[in-house]
């Protein structure tokens, strides 16, 4: 069983950075896609950032723009989401996600593991 647990939500002004982490368990996830997706309340899941565990291959969504950057750990089993130039419409509750398997997935249903999330507020 795959476990993810995120942290280091908070509240930010507009400009500001963050870097989120989720420490992921439970498996060997040197074939394993891990992903951040956002959800503002009432709206749908949004995809963020991907990254392919073994190769470090990164992928962003359309929004991000070069602001946010994926990145991994190996050795602690941890991964990143350092966001720059933080804007209020950026405020959401950010989960990790992993599906044990390589690929391009941007969407929720690609994922089997969930984290719980973790919340980001970013004031103007």
């Known amino acids: 069983q795959v476990q993810l647990v995120e942290s280091g939500g908070k509240l930010v002004q507009a400009g500001g950075s963050l870097r989120l982490s989720c420490a992921a368990s439970?498996?060997?996830?040197?074939?394993?896609?891990l992903a951040w997706f956002r959800q503002v309340s009432g709206k749908e899941r949004e995809f963020v950032a991907g990254?392919?565990?073994?190769?470090?291959?990164?992928f962003e969504g359309d929004f991000v723009k070069g602001r946010f950057t994926i990145s991994r750990d190996s050795a602690k089993n941890m991964v990143y989401l350092q966001m720059n130039n933080l804007k209020p419409e950026d405020t959401a509750v950010y989960s990790c996600?992993?599906?044990?398997?390589?690929?391009?997935?941007?969407?929720?249903?690609?994922?089997?593991?969930w984290g719980q999330g973790t919340q980001v507020t970013v004031s103007s």
């Open positions: 996600a992993a599906v044990l398997t390589m690929g391009w997935y941007i969407r929720p249903s690609d994922y089997a593991y």
């Open positions: 439970g498996r060997t996830f040197s074939s394993a896609t």
């Open positions: 990254i392919w565990w073994s190769l470090g291959f990164t």
